[in-house]
């Protein structure tokens, strides 16, 4: 008897938990998912916040303890409110050895080169859509570039790019073999 109430009570919270879970998923559905505990609106003025300016203070200290060894790297970083027309938070740091072809400091009005940052957003766009595949080749897309080996001055392995070989996928992460400003492909400015 004592056995059988475990078991009842047992099967009982399982699917309890079982339901529990699934009215989560329910929830998340369509791209809605709700956060835990109570939803509140948004907080539109933070920067009047009296936690906010010791929290400036800290943030900037740990990015300069951060960036005071970066003598050839410089950084921006700052955060806007939608709810404001200027950033409530900016920190920069200028390093000591840098490009003479660029800026000395570096303030809010830097352009800064994004490399790889919009590459991310382009893939995460394209795994969205379901309609590319990352072990795709690169030829299935750019058919073209099966005849860019004719222009390779010396046609072996290593002027000869393998481009069926090449996946989205191995172009995404740099591991391609391709080098940065491959002479391997046509200019076309």
């Known amino acids: 008897m004592h ?25 998340g559905l369509n791209g809605l998912c709700p956060p835990m505990g109570p939803v509140l609106p948004p907080a539109t003025s933070l920067r009047t916040d009296p936690g906010f300016d010791p929290a ?14 970066f003598n050839y790297s410089a950084v921006s970083l700052g955060v806007m409110s939608i709810h404001e027309a200027t950033p409530m938070f900016e920190f920069h740091h200028s390093p000591q050895n840098f490009d003479p072809r660029g800026v000395s400091e570096v303030n ?72 940065a400003d491959c002479k391997a492909l046509p200019s076309k400015d």
């Open 56 to 69: 400036a203070i800290t943030l900037t200290t740990k990015l300069q303890e951060l960036t005071s060894g």
């Open 108 to 179: 809010s009005d830097t352009i800064y080169r994004l490399a790889s940052m919009t590459k991310l957003f382009t893939i995460l766009g394209l795994l969205r859509t379901e309609k590319v595949s990352l072990e795709d080749p690169i030829t299935k897309y750019l058919p073209e570039l099966r005849d860019i080996h004719k222009e390779a001055a010396v046609q072996d392995a290593i002027h000869v790019v393998d481009w069926d070989s090449i996946t989205l996928e191995a172009l995404a992460a740099h591991q391609s073999g391709i080098g």
């Open 3 to 27: 056995f059988n109430a475990i078991s009842s009570k047992t099967a009982v919270t399982s699917v309890l938990f079982a339901w529990l879970m699934s009215q989560r998923v329910k929830a």
